[in-house]
């Protein structure tokens, strides 16, 4: 049974770091090119950051230079690093591979404020 647990979210300031992290149990994840979601109160999910077979990432706009998707299969594991962080950063945060085609995880929730 393919499962995705997200962890790692909680509150920071304004300027802060934070590592979240997403464990892939059921099926290795070797065979994925994964990515980061959120989704903020009252908006739609958004791709924030995703990483392919060969190492390249692609981040949104307004997280690009701040934050970084990594990957350790031997761990089964994808982190997203976030630093210099903003308000509206806050957000419900998921991982999944970028077809989507996993059972979403319950997510980890990521608020900034001061």
């Known amino acids: 049974q393919v499962q995705l647990v997200e962890s790692g979210g909680g509150l920071v300031q304004p300027g802060g770091t934070l590592t979240l992290s997403c464990r892939l149990s059921g099926t290795p994840l070797s065979g994925f090119p994964m990515a980061w979601y959120r989704q903020a109160p009252g908006k739609q999910r958004e791709l924030v950051a995703s990483l392919t077979f060969g190492g390249a990432s692609n981040y949104l706009a307004s997280v690009k230079d701040r934050f970084i998707i990594r990957r350790d299969d031997a761990e089964n594991t994808v982190y997203l690093h976030m630093g210099n962080m903003k308000s509206e950063d806050t957000a419900v945060y998921y991982c999944?591979?970028?077809?989507?085609?996993?059972?979403w995880g319950q997510g980890t929730q990521v608020s900034v404020s001061s």
């Open positions: 999944n591979n970028v077809w989507n085609s996993f059972p």
